[in-house]
């Protein structure tokens, strides 16, 4: 479907596309980064206040290395003082790889003849979501093509057979979305099934080099993927995902591109998205991209930093699409959630082990751990992993926002709920080593408790859960 203006923008204001390009070109052209300039911006973040887009653009435009070094710092004070020391998993299950759009970037595309088309039948999916539940996954991500065969029915009925998968004591207590955007119908059949986030990436923010690097298909109309999350709000999803692709253009760009998105959501619904993304783009069969906006790893993990101090709190998504070095970085940064254990061949948790086959995938993966083994590692480095999805499941919406703004709301759900989570992953999944690890930092942070309310209920939750009850929650 082509996006049609008169059907969405003169109807509704909202539906407008709000990216002026000469806008964000001038907040980086013209601010300086003095060194007086750059840490009042990093010190009103740290107040817990977000940044402008003229203030997010002169974190942008910092080349001194102390200054990128304070700014790297500042992300992490932030994180140290709100977040807390949970980091929630998740894994990604890709449904189906048939795609009629030409992203150059994609292994997808739909010109990529060596790529092995296939569509999980609902037996299939059924044992994929077995496997992901018997690794102790709680929250998955559903990943499509573009294609007639994905419509919102099929994806509503993908979301609805993944919740009804219970094995052992494993389920799937969310399901969130990464697939095309859709008309508001759509999205209310795929809302009705009971869908966390749903994401959609605009990939880039730039016009001429959307247009460059998106061919052919739905995809190569950039309105309509921009209002793509504004249909998703009409249609009652207020629980949205933004991400751009770095690599396609000019990253600060893309920062202020994502941070004009905050505004626009925050103007017009009162609420910024879930989370943002921010892909790193990697080889891929038949992959198209110069190398000239290429993201060093410098770069990169600088840029993550300026989007935790530019909106601090909004949920970040770190993927398994980088190495396990630049991982713990950015971790420190404040990210809340990343993959574990992550499998992006079609079928593949359901199989054996397998090399990589570039032409089963979208793209390269550079962390191949095991769910096991990044839970071990979290722990080892004091992160309590977590599964929550109580606020979700109670009602609590906007949980990003109110982990930052309410006080003690962290202490009050956050950390308990990863504590129960965890303990019930080592109840029912983790060796014995990483079992005694994590029995260790579950009573290390018990000590560290402060409200003997809060700590005599989680006391008693983790002896209910040790008896072998399960999903219990704040
Ligand atoms: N087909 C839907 C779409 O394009 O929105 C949803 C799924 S697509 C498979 C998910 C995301 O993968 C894309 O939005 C893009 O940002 C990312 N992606 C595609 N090719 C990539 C690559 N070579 N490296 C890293 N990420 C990539
Ligand atoms: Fe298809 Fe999405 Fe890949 Fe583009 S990024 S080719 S739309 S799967």
Redesign the pocket.
């Known amino acids: 479907m082509m996006y049609h203006p008169e059907k969405y923008a003169i109807a509704d204001e909202r539906m407008k596309p709000f990216i002026d390009e000469s806008e964000i070109w001038g907040f980086i052209s013209q601010t300086k980064p003095t060194k007086e300039r750059v840490r009042e911006v990093i010190a009103k973040s740290l107040d817990k206040n977000r940044l402008s887009l003229e203030e997010t653009a002169v974190l942008v435009n910092v080349t001194d290395t102390e200054l990128i070094e304070e700014i790297k710092q500042g992300a992490k004070t932030l994180k140290e003082k709100v977040y807390g020391k949970r980091i929630v998993l998740f894994a990604p299950l ?1 449904v189906g ?1 048939f ?1 009629t ?1 030409n ?1 150059k ?4 595309r739909t010109t990529n003849r060596k790529q092995v088309r296939t569509t999980l039948t609902d037996e299939q999916l059924v044992k994929e979501v077995e496997a992901l539940e018997e690794s102790g996954q709680k929250r998955l991500i559903l ?4 294609h007639p065969k994905y419509n919102a029915q099929f994806i509503a009925d993908s979301v609805r057979t993944v919740y009804q998968v219970k094995k052992g004591n494993g389920e799937i207590r969310r399901v969130n979305i ?4 859709m008309d508001i119908e759509g999205f209310k059949t795929v809302h009705e099934a009971g869908i966390g986030t749903y ?3 605009q ?1 880039t923010y730039h016009r001429e080099t959307y247009a460059s690097v998106h061919l052919s298909g739905k ?1 190569a109309d950039y309105n309509y ?1 921009l209002t793509g999350l504004d249909r998703a709000q009409e249609a009652g999803i207020d629980d949205v995902g933004i ?3 770095f ?1 396609l253009y000019d990253w600060r760009f893309e920062v202020l591109g994502l941070i004009r998105h905050v505004n626009h959501f925050e103007a017009c619904y009162n609420v910024g998205p879930h989370t943002i ?1 921010f ?6 069969s038949e ?1 198209e ?1 110069v190398d000239k906006y290429r993201v060093s790893d410098e770069e990169f993990t600088r840029l993550v930093a300026i989007l935790r101090l530019a909106v601090p709190y909004t949920g970040l998504i770190l993927t398994a ?1 980088e190495p396990m070095e630049i991982r713990q970085e950015i971790m420190s940064f404040g990210v809340s959630q990343i993959d574990g254990g992550t499998k992006i061949e079609m079928g593949a948790y359901s199989k054996k082990e397998e090399d990589q086959n570039l032409d089963k995938e ?3 993966i550079n962390d191949n751990r095991s769910l096991g083994e990044i839970i071990d590692e979290l722990l080892d480095k004091d992160y309590i992993p977590s599964f929550c999805t109580a606020c979700y499941r109670t009602g609590r919406t906007g949980e990003h926002f109110m982990e930052f703004s309410v006080p003690g709301f962290i202490k009050k759900y956050c950390t308990p709920n990863a504590m129960l989570t965890l303990a019930e992953y080592m109840e029912d999944y983790a060796t014995s080593e990483v079992k005694a690890k994590g029995i260790k930092v579950i009573e290390k942070n018990l000590a560290e408790m402060e409200d003997d309310t809060i700590k005599k209920n989680l006391v008693e939750r983790l002896t209910k859960i040790r008896a072998g009850e399960r999903d219990l929650y704040f």
């Open positions: 890709y790889n795609c759009n992203c970037y994609c292994g997808f990943v499509y093509g573009e990464n697939a095309a955007p994401q959609i990436f990939e995809k993927r991400g751009a692709l690599g993304s892909p790193r783009i990697k080889d891929a992959y991209i699409r979208q793209f390269k």
